[in-house]
């Protein structure tokens, strides 16, 4: 599967905002949104962009954040317009039901990339049994765990101690003892869990 290997920090300048896409480094004088915010460049007026140009940079923001390729992307809107309710809702709900989302979610990984690579790599449990699929969308009731073999990994050992301290949005329940997590209900698509504008990514392909 296509996936983007570029510097995810260049993204972050694309769309002129923190995305978040390296976990806690972006929360350090590291960051280099945090760099370039201290720098005083006084270049005159910035130019202005069309209304068409804010709906793709809200799209892209959208789509950087949960790592997705354009193709993918357009299938998850294509697939929330179709479907009862809102489609902006819908939208966010299925990106947040993505299995590497809710990996991330739970505190398992410092970012979405991570709990993609996580995934990938057959350490992580789905109602019991292994799961490497990434883009799986989750429903209510599933149980999301760390492998018993991969428990002994050094990185889920130091998890077993950081994960304490973590918070987890209220749609998810966690055992932070065996590390182990469940879905108790919908999303709450809470505005300020997301960096972007979904009316605006209805707006860009509704054109």
């Known amino acids: 599967m296509a996936r983007y290997i570029g510097s995810v ?53 959208a789509r950087y954040s949960y790592g997705l390729m354009e193709r993918q992307f357009r299938r998850f809107f294509d697939e929330a317009s179709k479907a009862t309710g809102v489609t902006g809702d819908t939208l966010k709900t299925m990106l947040e039901c993505r299995m590497d989302n809710v990996v991330y979610r739970l505190g398992f990984a ?44 050094e990185y889920f050992k130091r998890l077993a101690e950081e994960i304490k301290a973590r918070a987890i949005p209220p749609w998810l329940s966690l055992d932070r003892t065996k590390l182990v997590g469940q879905i108790v209900s919908q999303p709450i698509l809470d505005e300020a869990s997301f960096k972007f504008d979904v009316k605006s990514i209805v707006e860009y392909y509704s054109r």
Do not use: F, W, Y
């Open 9 to 61: 920090c260049h993204l972050c300048r694309r769309v002129g905002d923190k995305l978040m896409l390296k976990g806690g480094r972006c929360q350090t004088p590291k960051c280099t949104m945090e760099r370039r915010r201290r720098v005083v460049t006084g270049r005159g007026r910035r130019r202005r962009i069309s209304d068409r140009g804010v709906q793709l940079v809200e799209k892209q923001k």
């Open 110 to 153: 410092d970012s979405r990339a991570q709990a993609r690579q996580i995934v990938l790599h057959g350490h992580i449990t789905l109602n019991g049994k292994r799961a490497s699929i990434p883009s799986r969308l989750l429903k209510e009731g599933d149980t999301i765990g760390v492998r018993e073999a991969s428990a002994k990994n």
